[in-house]
């Protein structure tokens, strides 16, 4: 492996939180991850706490690049579909959003993951505005969109379910009001 950055001590950061919660984010786990020695975070970090924060604005960075690829595609019933099948092809997001909000007793934690929360669930309002939803009932069915998306990472963390179920995301299209072929709109 090459020289490490601090973008690399981020990534491996985020994949122990995904794993573990902000309690799996110790430096000698996190260099254990990377292959390296603890003393080589010392280079990019301070202590602990600016590496959870370095993975915490990697997080957000990440869905901001998704949100600005999902903004190109202008069929909103596509969009949706789109955002549902990159966050659930992607599990280590589901997990970490899912420790985020468990750990929302910390302050900073909370305002990063409300922030990314508000932000997805803002796209996803959008969308279904777009479809001709008013605005009571796109916030409530993202809300309850988001909140399938999160219980499914929750189930799976806990071993009560292996995957996402395949049809996970037309049925969450479903439940959202988004005509899909082969399931009834709520």
Known sequence: MG???????????????AEGGLR?????AVAARL???KGSFYWHFANRRALVEAALRLWESDTEAVIAELERI?????????????????????????????????????DVARRVTDR?????????????????????????????????AALIRIGAVDSVPATFA???????????????AS
Not at 76 to 86: D, K
Not at 92 to 98: K, N
Not at 174 to 181: F, K, L, N, S
Request: negative net charge.
């Open 24 to 28: 799996a984010v110790a430096v000698e």
């Open 35 to 37: 292959g390296v020695s």
């Open 3 to 17: 020289r490490l950055n601090a973008d690399d001590w981020a990534r491996a950061a985020l994949g122990a939180l």
């Open 120 to 152: 997805r669930m803002g796209v996803m309002k959008d969308a279904l505005r777009q479809l001709g939803q008013s605005e009571e009932e796109a916030r409530a069915r993202v809300v309850a969109g988001y909140g399938s998306y999160l219980g499914v």
């Open 170 to 184: 037309d049925q969450a299209l479903a439940e959202m009001g988004v005509p899909v072929e082969g399931f009834g």
């Open 74 to 110: 202008a069929d909103p019933t596509r969009r949706l579909r789109t955002l549902l099948e990159v966050a659930l092809g992607e599990p280590t997001d589901a997990a970490v959003s899912f420790w985020l909000i468990s750990g929302a007793d910390d302050p900073a934690v909370a």
